[in-house]
């Protein structure tokens, strides 16, 4: 398991349907070693903070195995790393093998795995497309974004190394079937017990719940 590439970007206007939208989602490869801070990289930034970013959202990462996926669905675009807007570009970790709550050490900082990656209109924004958020849900392919326990650096080739394994045994793909209805009861329960889970997937799974009974 290890860094393939680290992508930073600052927010830029970009006009999308004949109006200006400040966004973030541009990220470019760095070769430099970056420092990591518990709100995000070093020359990285999100436009709006309200729904990006924060101590739960600090670095997004997004596996390289998943760009295969992507290139068959989207044989016309040029697809280099960061293209997701993943501030990590990363290889061995997915969606399916990684619980909420897992430490990884990474370069100098270690990370806590908190939550999968819902995207807003911005990603249809990046292609230039209309149905990208939705193909990205369909795909389950969310990524997986970490909160920083210990500041440091990281730099391509660092080897991502499993700190602790949280027992609970939630993935991150257990949470995308949760937030698109496809899980039983219990399984939203056992997901809402995860102290690392993001406090808004808590509140909005709580709701879940309660709308059902």
Not at 122 to 128: C, I, R, V
Not at 190 to 213: K, M, N
Request: proline letters at 4%.
């Amino acid at each position: 398991m290890k860094v393939i590439s680290v992508n930073v970007g600052f927010p830029r206007e970009v006009l999308w349907k004949g109006r200006p939208v400040l966004t973030g989602i541009f990220k470019k490869p760095v070769t430099e070693r970056v420092q990591v801070s518990y709100l995000n990289l070093e020359g990285d930034r999100q436009a709006d903070l309200t729904v990006h970013g924060g101590e739960e959202k600090a670095v997004y990462a997004y596996p390289l195995e998943h760009y295969t996926y992507w290139q068959r669905e989207l044989p016309d675009e040029t697809l280099p790393w960061g293209s997701f807007g993943e501030n990590l570009t990363i290889e061995g970790l997915s969606e399916t093998n990684v619980n909420i709550g897992d430490r990884f050490r990474i370069g100098t900082a270690e990370l806590m795995v908190t939550q999968p990656r819902f995207p807003c209109f911005k990603l249809n924004l990046k292609f230039g497309r209309d149905d990208m958020v939705k193909r990205f849900l369909n795909s389950r392919l969310s990524g997986i974004y970490f909160s920083v326990v210990q500041e440091g650096e990281v730099g391509v080739g660092d080897a991502i190394e499993l700190v602790r394994r949280d027992e609970n045994n939630i993935t991150v793909a257990d949470i995308v079937q949760i937030y698109v209805r496809e899980a039983n009861d219990d399984l939203v329960r056992r997901a809402i017990q995860v102290t690392a889970l993001a406090g808004s997937l808590r509140t909005y799974f709580q709701q879940q719940i309660e709308q059902r009974h």
